[in-house]
């Protein structure tokens, strides 16, 4: 790392730490400053390894991730929050996809090195009439498969936006976005993946209807040219449907369901329109819970093929990552999972799931992949510990990680 980013990063956490009302908000409660108005410190910090087992490569990375910032808020509901953001290499035998870092003949770990203005925001919100926000901020619409931010990675995504929600019509729900930057997790030396501008519109429309929720969704991403992406720009339209069923005392039947077409948009010099759907039937009883799931992103077996570029992708289609970008021929998922809670330290989650990939034109076999995750607290800190296994079947590369991560926050 640049000798800047060490004296920027101390600074960062010597600063954080040294402000009285960081000290004070040990609980995170908001310190109140003044009659109507408080100011409420943000800190968190994620240390996470990560190790990459290719035929070819592998990778070892241990990185350390801080957020810290206030947050001062009116009781009119008028708030201001500021962010950064700063991710530290440990130990870096990994390739952070940013070139020149002198690491490429080891696996990606996307992990980079970075310090950033993550979130810079003015909000006016009314508990149960809406919110109007404005300024570089964290975006996450339903189960993040269009548009999130990327949690799982160090380096966070957001957006340069203005974003609003009407909440007062009930049983009605209206969401409207526009944005004109895609803040990515390369990293300030990403060069062009730095950020990716354009003009982006997000529109929601939901109602509940007693067990059933209904959305319909439109995104509309146009690239600026010149970019990485200037010529993926595209025009998604669609349905979502989610219900929990109550079947008995302690046992319920949680639906979904997705249906969505996209075509292309504004400079895309493609023709095409492809589909997507997804569904899953899951039942839950006394902590434990198993899902049947499928999804498809459909392709014209032109090489065209349905993408989901501003989605948080880790949460889709294996943690092994092998599928961020759908592939030419399109992409089917048939999946099953199951989780448990067990009351151990406070309470311990163990899951798995087991995938089975093919294409959607021309009957291609992707592979298999198994995954398996372990989350419990000690004390005040969160622990992770997750594995995924990918067995390529001769259509890509065998992938196997494994993660450990450690995080605090108030």
């Known amino acids: 790392m640049k ?55 592998s990778a070892d990375s241990l990185t350390m991730r801080t ?46 090195e ?14 149960d009439k809406g919110s109007l926000t404005v300024g570089r901020q964290r975006i996450n619409i339903d189960d993040q498969r269009f548009v999130g931010s990327v949690g799982w990675r160090q ?20 969401e409207a976005t526009y944005a004109i930057s895609q803040r990515t ?19 929601g429309a939901g109602a509940k209807l007693g067990p059933l929720n209904l959305k319909s969704f439109a995104y509309l991403l146009d690239f600026d040219a010149g970019q990485p992406v200037s010529l993926s720009s595209s025009a998604t339209y669609g349905l979502r449907a989610t219900a929990k069923l109550p079947v008995a005392e302690g046992f319920a039947l949680d639906l979904a369901g997705s249906y969505a077409v996209q075509k292309d948009y504004k400079a895309n010099p493609a023709d095409y329109s492809v589909d997507y759907i997804a569904g899953s039937v899951g039942t839950s009883y006394s902590g434990f819970s198993l899902k049947l799931g499928y999804e498809r ?25 092998v599928f961020l970008s759908t592939p030419p021929a399109g992409l089917e998922d048939k999946y099953v999972s199951v989780a448990k809670k067990f009351n151990l330290l406070g309470g311990v989650t163990a899951s798995a799931a087991y995938h089975d990939f093919s294409s959607d034109a021309g009957s291609i076999d992707y592979g298999t992949e198994f995954d398996a995750a372990l989350n419990f ?17 001769g259509f890509a590369v065998d992938t196997e990680k494994f993660w450990l991560r450690l995080g605090y926050r108030f």
């Open 67 to 112: 957020r810290a910032g206030l947050e001062l808020a009116s009781d009119i509901g008028l708030s201001f929050l500021v962010e950064s953001e700063a991710t530290l290499g440990i130990i870096n035998d990994y390739n952070d996809t940013n070139i020149g870092n002198g690491v490429e003949p080891y696996s990606v770990v996307a992990d980079p």
């Open 3 to 57: 000798k800047r980013n060490i004296i920027s990063y101390a600074a960062l956490a010597g600063a954080a730490l040294a402000t009285p009302s960081f000290a004070q908000a040990k609980t995170g409660d908001p310190v109140i400053i003044a009659e109507g108005l408080t100011l409420d410190p943000i800190f968190d910090a994620r240390l996470a390894y990560e190790h990459v087992d290719q035929p070819l490569s």
């Open 297 to 321: 992103l459909g392709s014209d077996g032109a090489g065209n093929r349905f993408q989901t570029p501003l989605a948080t992708l880790h949460k889709f289609n294996g943690w092994a990552d």
């Open 155 to 174: 380096n966070e995504q957001t957006f340069d936006a203005v974003s609003g929600s009407l909440t007062a019509l009930k049983p009605l729900t209206l």
């Open 185 to 203: 997790i390369f990293g300030a030396d990403a060069g062009v993946r730095e950020d990716f501008d354009g003009d982006f519109i997000f529109l």
């Open 377 to 393: 607290k000690i004390n005040v800190v969160s622990v992770g510990l997750k594995y995924a296994n990918y067995n390529a079947d």
């Open 114 to 127: 970075n310090i950033e203005l993550n979130r810079i925001q003015l909000q006016f919100a009314k508990k």
